[in-house]
Each structure stands twice: as C-alpha cells, then as structure tokens.
C-alpha cells in the first residue's frame, strides 16, 4: 500500500514540474513578443527590419555624431545590406553580426 502511495505521489510531482516548466517557457516567449513590439528592440536582430525603416532607425543611430551626414550613408548602406541597425547611438553591433562583420578594403569597421 505504501509502495503505491509513494508511486502516484511521484507521478504527482513529475507532473507538477512539468506543468511548472511549460509555465515559464509561455513567460520567457511572451517577453520576447512584447519586446519585439517595443520600438527600441524591434530591428536589432539581423533581417528583422525592413528596408524602409532603415532611415529611422538610422536617424536615431546618428543622433549624437558630429559626422551625419556620412554616418548616414554608411548607416543606410548597411541596414539596406543587413536589414538591422544596431540598439543606441554607439556600440551594440553584436547583435547584428552582418553590421558589425562588414569592413573597409583597409580593413576597418563600414557599419558606423
């Protein structure tokens, strides 16, 4: 009788933990939906904008240069190429790896 007890007392708690996994599974992909709708994140992961939110994003990421007008069209160049513009004003390029990966003959970064 005991034996049986500890048997569907086990079944209960591999049960449990599997609902309690499913559970933060839907949480950790809802957060990454509403994160995706956010403004800020949406087009930082490569291919994910498309090519007319380019100048926007571009605008933002240029913001604080004193150089516009060619980190502007290096910007554009790059997020038409890449379809991502890095998340800031400066620095992030890890997230889009065809942005960060892309270099002058000379060798240096072309993604400003």
């Not at 559970?23 to 994140?41: E, F, H, P, T, Y």
């Amino acid at each position: 009788m005991a034996g049986k007890l500890s048997i569907v007392l086990f079944v209960l708690l591999v049960v449990l933990l599997a609902q309690n996994q499913v559970s933060r599974a839907k949480m950790v992909l809802d957060s990454k939906v509403q994160r995706r709708g956010n403004d800020q994140i949406y087009g930082v992961s490569q291919g994910s904008l498309h090519p007319q939110d380019c100048q926007p994003k571009c605008t933002y990421r240029c913001s604080k240069t004193s150089f516009k007008k060619p980190c502007m069209f290096f910007c554009q160049k790059c997020c038409a190429k890449c379809l991502c513009v890095p998340a800031g004003t400066y620095g992030n390029k890890q997230t889009c790896p065809c942005y960060n990966n892309w270099k002058t003959k000379e060798g240096g970064p072309k993604c400003p």
